[in-house]
């Protein structure tokens, strides 16, 4: 068994294994727990500020990019 953080993509199940494709794969080694911690503070900051300038889509996947990626670390 092994997990990763997949961004954009979706997975196929099949009775002999599955198929992932996927924009971008992260596995636990390959993540900085730090910088993650940071971009979900950032991501949340700018969801809960929403000033005009504020991207919401892009806080959104930014927020659910960190915390698929803290999730894979726990």
Known sequence: EKEAALHSGFAEILPEGVIILAEIIEWPNEIDE???EAALHRAEERLRSK???????RAETALQRAMARIQVLR
């Open 34 to 36: 730090n910088r993650a």
């Open 51 to 57: 000033t005009p300038e504020t991207d919401i889509a």
